[in-house]
């Protein structure tokens, strides 16, 4: 009778680990792959910028410059084209993710988002801008001050759902998101003619430098105190500015340094800004970084980063060379797996390419996000 007992009570536990084993250890699998913030306290995350960080704004805009049609969001869930300039997420919606608000940050324009969706974050950048102004009326594209209106705008539609001090309290905890810079120097200053006229090139860097630190002065005046302000990638690994500046296009597709060296020296002279007004500011709470897009993205490319890649100098998306946006389209020719594509299409970036910017800026957003 004793051993009867002591057998059941023995098959018990082994029952009761078994279910342990079934039920906790997949979850704990889960919560690995995909971590969460511990100490987070801001209620959302709002965005400007291009194409690096634009939802589908454009979607909404009269541009050529969309991306809400096949092959765009392959590897989105359910696979709809939403207007993402990739195969999948963006690094916004990675953050919005990991701190726990959402999946996805929605495009401001999209006329269907309720108050909870504006206020847990959207995006107002648009595909194709930059600070310079010149550089959106390139495209028909929404520029960077527009955006700061609309923004304006959003604030007063949610101080009409909570009132004044509960949308000063929100937008003060808020995580801004700042990715802009390459088309002024890409599709802008190195491609036409116009600002080269004016410009040399240290010139457009401080005239760049110059818009954007005005840009972010706005943003604080707005309510703004903590700021992720993306550095520029290394333009001259651009699988299209290889293809237009190379001497040969196709049969070298090595990483202009030229080009990359003027975002460096850009990069340097926008962090000594930012320490500037990170000190001028800080008594007002203000916490702004600058993630480091350049050594990420450089990292990938020299076989340095978190995955490797089988492809780093043209993109998924037909030659890989020069497509982009209605060049990339249904009747274009598909890599086999985007994943082990450092680009997408010959500009944008691939979704494992933008996951693994946002877990190298992670101990950045840990301390930006905590209370």
Request: with cysteine; net charge positive.
């Amino acid at each position: 009778m004793e051993k009867a007992c002591s057998k059941q009570y023995l098959l018990q536990h082994l029952l009761r680990l078994l279910f342990y084993l079934l039920i906790f250890i997949p979850n704990t699998s889960k919560a690995l792959a995909n971590p969460r913030a511990s100490n987070n306290s801001a209620p959302a995350v709002i965005v400007f910028g291009d194409s690096t960080v634009d939802p589908g704004n454009n979607n909404y805009v009269k541009t050529v410059f969309k991306a809400n049609f096949a092959p765009y969001g392959k590897d989105f869930a359910n696979h709809v084209p939403t207007g993402r300039f990739s195969n999948g997420r963006l690094t916004p919606d990675f953050i919005a993710s990991y701190i726990g608000i959402k999946e996805y940050i929605p495009p401001y324009l999209d006329p269907t988002l309720s108050i909870k969706e504006l206020m847990t974050g959207v995006s107002f950048a648009s595909a194709g801008s930059g600070f310079d102004p010149l550089t959106p009326k390139v495209s028909n594209v929404i520029g960077i001050p527009k955006q700061l209106e609309y923004f304006k705008e959003y604030k007063k539609r949610l101080e009409s759902a909570i009132g004044t001090k509960e949308t000063e309290n929100h937008i003060n905890k808020a995580l801004f998101i700042v990715s802009a810079g390459t088309n002024d120097f890409v599709i802008n200053y190195f491609t036409l003619p116009i600002r080269r006229k004016t410009y040399s090139v240290s010139g457009y860097q401080q005239f760049i430098l110059q818009t954007a630190t005005q840009f972010l002065q706005d943003l604080f005046e707005q309510g703004a105190r903590r700021i992720l302000f993306s550095a520029l990638p290394p333009m001259g690994c651009l699988p299209v500015v290889i293809t237009l500046f190379s001497n040969h296009a196709i049969s070298e597709r090595g990483c202009l340094d030229y080009f990359s060296s003027v975002g460096r020296q850009f990069n340097q002279l926008l962090q000594n800004e930012l320490n500037l007004m990170q000190i001028r500011l800080a008594n007002h709470g203000v916490r702004i970084y600058l993630t480091d897009t350049y050594s990420a993205v450089t990292d990938m490319i020299q076989g340095q980063g978190r995955s490797a890649f089988d492809e780093v100098s043209r993109g998924c998306c037909g030659t890989g060379y020069l497509e982009a946006s209605l060049l990339c389209n249904p009747k274009s020719f598909l890599c086999p797996d985007a994943s082990k594509y450092v680009f997408w299409d010959s500009i944008h970036p691939t979704e494992q390419v933008y996951s693994n910017v946002f877990k190298s800026n992670r101990p950045i957003i840990d301390a930006i996000i905590r209370g």
